[in-house]
């Protein structure tokens, strides 16, 4: 068995994620302008250069976010994330204590990109990794060693899913 899940992409993660592309993007075109046609010459250049590279990063997470996958199969879950937050993690079903609904948490980013995920340390949780696409699909999965938060398209079908899957094990 091997059931695949795609989160609903939230406007606003995605729209704030496109914002700054396009911000990044004429902040680009102002220093080739600049570093050609004014007296701020090659540091203009480099300036846009080093603002290329920045921009390489912001659309690598923006397509990630749309790339987000949950694959359930017999033995794990696996969640499909770029290298930019964390990567791709496999979450074994044995060692699964609990899984439930949850508010998108207030937390201190560890590592990770903004609003799509990365680890958090979370008052009254601990450290958690984090990916999500949206603020209020939000599952909480707990283990023996980490606990992971994220949204799936529909989170109460994807919790009783999971714990049927869970509770075959047993």
Do not use: C
């Not at 079903?93 to 949850?102: A, D, G, P, Q, S």
């Not at 990109?113 to 939000?138: E, K, M, Q």
């Amino acid at each position: 068995m091997s059931l695949v899940n795609r989160p609903r992409v939230s406007k606003y993660v995605a729209g704030s994620y496109i914002v700054l592309v396009i911000f990044i993007a004429a902040v680009i075109a102002f220093f080739v302008y600049a570093g050609l046609f004014t007296p701020m010459g090659n540091v203009g250049l480099i300036a846009a250069v080093v603002s290329i590279f920045v921009e390489a990063i912001m659309l690598l997470i923006l397509t990630s976010i749309y790339r987000t996958r949950y694959t359930l199969t017999n033995e794990q879950l696996v969640i499909k994330a770029t290298k930019l937050i964390g990567g791709n993690k496999r979450v074994h079903l044995k060692e699964i204590t609990n899984v439930e609904r949850t508010l998108m948490p207030f937390g201190l980013k560890l590592f990770g990109a903004s609003f799509h995920g990365g680890y958090y340390y979370v008052p009254r949780l601990g450290r958690a990794y984090l990916t999500i696409t949206n603020f209020s699909d939000g599952v909480l999965i707990k283990t023996k060693n980490e606990n992971y938060i994220i949204t799936p398209n529909t989170p109460e079908s994807f919790i009783k899913t999971l714990n049927k899957v869970i509770d075959r094990l047993s």
